[in-house]
C-alpha cells in the first residue's frame, strides 16, 4: 500500500522509520499517536516470513502501551508460558515457568509467526496515524544542515516505479541487521569476542509436543557446537532451527547442504531424533550467518538507530523483539522529549540512549555466555532453589533485562557460581552431543 505520494518535490515529514518490522512500527505508532507527521518506509511487501518467533513477557508491557495485547489471543497465537532448556540425550531438563519467576505480571507471552505479526504491527501504526510507503526502499541519506546545526536528513525512496525525496527532522532506523544507517555512515562497531555464529531453520509439520499448555513452550537444547531451538506456532506447525559455531568451509562441499547440516545435527541425540521422528519440513531451509554485532553509538542530534539496526545477539533466550521494541520505546521517548523542548538530541542523550540499550542487551548476553561455557551450562541445567536463585534466573529468562535490586543481586550471585564452576567444577559439565 502507499499513501500520500507526492506528485513532485520533496515532502516534508517529522519522522521517517526505516523498515517495518517490530521496531519500526512500535515507533512509527507511538510517535503518530503523539501527532507526529510520520513515513514508515518498508521495502517488502506484507505478509512476508521473518525468524523471531518466540517472544518475551518483558515485551508485554509494550504490547499493551501500543494497544495490541487484547488483539493477540484472537489473532490465534499460541501463548508461551516458559521455556524447557532439555540435554540432546532427554535426561536434564530445566522447565522455566514464568509465573514463578521473582517479577509478577511476567506470567506468559506468545509464540508468534511473524509475517502475521508484523502486519498486526504494522496495521496498528497505519491506524495511530503513521503513512506507509510500501513496498519501498531507503537508498540514500544526507544531513541536512540549518543555519549552525544539523536540523534534519534528506532521504531519497525507491519504490520500483519513481524516487521520492523526502525532507524530514528525525530519522530512526530500524532497518534489522541490514543495519542500513550504521553502514551507510561507516559507525564503529563495538568488539564483540564470539565465534561467527551461524542458522539453518524450517518450519515443520508433525513435531512432537507435550500435552497441555506446557506444549506450547520453547524448547531450547544445547549442542556440541551450537543450539536447537522448537517454537509451536499452531496445532501443527512448528518453527525448528540450529544454530552452529561449525567452520563456514565444510559449506564449500556440494554435499554438505542446509538439510545435510540440519539432519546431521538433529541425528546427535535420542531427544532430537524422538522429537522430530514424525516432522517434515514444509518449506526450504534458510540460512542466516555471522550475526552478533554492535555499533559503538546508536544515535546523532537527529537519527537513532532501533532493534537489530543498532545491535544483534544470539536469540537462545528469545529477546530479539522485545528488545526491538524496548529501543523503539525509548528511542521515540527521546525524539517526543527534544521536539517538545525545541531542540536536537544531545550528545547526553545519545549517551544515555545507548547506555539503557546496551545495559538490557548486555544481561541477556551474560545468560547467553553462561549457556555457551561448558561449565556455566552445567550451572544453567542443576537449577537451585536456595535463596531464589533459579527464580531470579527463570526472570531474566522472561525478559527482565533491566532488574530491580531483589533480582540483580541473585542474578550477579549465579554469575559468580558459573565463573567459579569453571575453576572448582563443583557441578560437573555434561558431555555434549
Ligand atoms: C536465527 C534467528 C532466530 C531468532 N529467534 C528469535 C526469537 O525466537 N525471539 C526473538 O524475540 N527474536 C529472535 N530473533 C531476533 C529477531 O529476529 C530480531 O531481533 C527482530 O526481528 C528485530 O526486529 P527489528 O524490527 O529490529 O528488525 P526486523 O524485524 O529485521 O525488521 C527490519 C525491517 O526493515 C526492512 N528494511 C531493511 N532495509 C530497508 C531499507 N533500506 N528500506 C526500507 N526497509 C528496509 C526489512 O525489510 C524489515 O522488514 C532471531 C534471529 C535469528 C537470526
Not at 544542515?145 to 536528513?153: A, C, S
Not at 499452531?234 to 525448528?240: A, G, I, P, Q
Amino acid at each position: 500500500m502507499t499513501v500520500n505520494t507526492p506528485a513532485s518535490g520533496a515532502a516534508r515529514v517529522d519522522a521517517l522509520i526505516i523498515g517495518a518490522g517490530p521496531a519500526g512500527t512500535t515507533a512509527a505508532t507511538l510517535l503518530a499517536q503523539q501527532g507526529l507527521t510520520v513515513w514508515l518506509v518498508e521495502r517488502d511487501a506484507f505478509p512476508r516470513f521473518r525468524i523471531g518467533e518466540s517472544l518475551l513477557p518483558g515485551g508485554n508491557a509494550i504490547l499493551k502501551r501500543l494497544g495490541i495485547w487484547d488483539k493477540m489471543d484472537d489473532a490465534g497465537f499460541l501463548r508461551k508460558y516458559g521455556a524447557e532448556f532439555v540435554s540432546s540425550d532427554g535426561k536434564s531438563r530445566v522447565h522455566n515457568v514464568f509465573a514463578d519467576g521473582l517479577i509478577k505480571d511476567l506470567d506468559y507471552a506468545y509464540q508468534v509467526e511473524r509475517s502475521r505479526f508484523d502486519k498486526l504491527l504494522l496495521d496498528n501504526a497505519v491506524a495511530a496515524g503513521a503513512v506507509l510507503q510500501q513496498p519501498c526502499r531507503v537508498i540514500s541519506v544526507k544531513e541536512r544542515v540549518g543555519e549552525n546545526e544539523q536540523n534534519g536528513w534528506h532521504v531519497t525512496l525507491d519504490n520500483g516505479t519513481q524516487r521520492l525525496e523526502v525532507e524530514t527532522d528525525w530519522l530512526l532506523d530500524a532497518s534489522g541487521r541490514t543495519a542500513f544507517l550504521g553502514r551507510r555512515l561507516k559507525l564503529t562497531e563495538d568488539e564483540i569476542p564470539y565465534p561467527k555464529r551461524f542458522a539453518v531453520y524450517n518450519h515443520f509439520h508433525s513435531v512432537k509436543r507435550a500435552p497441555g499448555p506446557q506444549g506450547n513452550n520453547i524448547i531450547v537444547t544445547r549442542l556440541r557446537d551450537g543450539w536447537f531451538w522448537a517454537i509451536p506456532l499452531d496445532e501443527k506447525k512448528t518453527s525448528v532451527g540450529v544454530v552452529s559455531t561449525r567452520k563456514r568451509e565444510e559449506w564449500k562441499d556440494p554435499n554438505f547442504t542446509p538439510e545435510v547440516f540440519f539432519d546431521n545435527e538433529v541425528q546427535r541425540g535420542e531427544f532430537l531424533r524422538e522429537l522430530l521422528e514424525n516432522a517434515t519440513p514444509l518449506d526450504d531451509f534458510r540460512v542466516t550467518a555471522d550475526y552478533t554485532y554492535s555499533f559503538s553509538h546508536f544515535g546523532g542530534p537527529r537519527h537513532l538507530l532501533l532493534g537489530d539496526a543498532a545491535c544483534f545477539i544470539d536469540p537462545i533466550f528469545s529477546s530479539g523483539v522485545y528488545i526491538a521494541m524496548r529501543s523503539a520505546e525509548m528511542a521515540a521517548d527521546a525524539v517526543l522529549q527534544a521536539r517538545q523542548e525545541k531542540r536536537s538530541l544531545s550528545a547526553a542523550d545519545t549517551r544515555r540512549y545507548t547506555r539503557r540499550l546496551k545495559s538490557n542487551v548486555r544481561t541477556m548476553r551474560r545468560l547467553i555466555e553462561v549457556y555457551y561455557h561448558q561449565q556455566g551450562y552445567a550451572v544453567f541445567m542443576s537449577p537451585t532453589d536456595r535463596l531464589q536463585l533459579f527464580q531470579a534466573v527463570n526472570s531474566i529468562v522472561a525478559g527482565n533485562s533491566k532488574p530491580g535490586f531483589a533480582v540483580s543481586w541473585r542474578f550477579r550471585l549465579f554469575l559468580l557460581v558459573c565463573w567459579l564452576n569453571r575453576y572448582f567444577n563443583m557441578v560437573p559439565g555434561q558431555r555434549l552431543q
